[in-house]
Nanobody, 120 residues
């Protein structure tokens, strides 16, 4: 069974920084894309940062230049460094990984969510 466990959320003032971590465990055959999503109250979940299997990052326009996605393969962990945070970044953040536990059966694993609150 694959598990993604998130940490690092919290309350921060506008202009501050936070780093989210997402540690994976379990038996995994292959990993493809991974990403960080967020969902603010009353809004749909949106992709804010993604990383392809080839290592190419992509970001939502709203976070470009402020957020950075990275991985530590030795620790099976993906990070989201968030700088210059704004009140509109307040949301529950979820990590997600496209992977296969058995060949030919892709699935998307989700973290449990981490609340980020940015005060003005």
């Amino acid at each position: 069974q694959v598990q993604l466990v998130e940490s690092g959320g919290g309350l921060v003032q506008a202009g501050g920084s936070l780093r989210l971590s997402c540690a994976g465990s379990g038996r995994i055959f292959s990993i493809n894309d991974m990403g960080w999503y967020r969902q603010a109250p009353g809004k749909q979940r949106e992709l804010v940062a993604g990383l392809t299997s080839g290592g190419a990052p992509n970001y939502a326009d709203s976070v470009k230049g402020r957020f950075t996605i990275s991985t530590d393969n030795a620790k099976n962990t993906v990070y989201l460094q968030m700088n210059s945070l704004k009140p509109e970044d307040t949301a529950v953040y979820y990590c997600a990984v496209d992977l296969s536990v058995v060949p030919g059966r892709p699935l998307k694993a989700w973290g449990q969510g981490a609340l980020v609150t940015v005060s003005s």
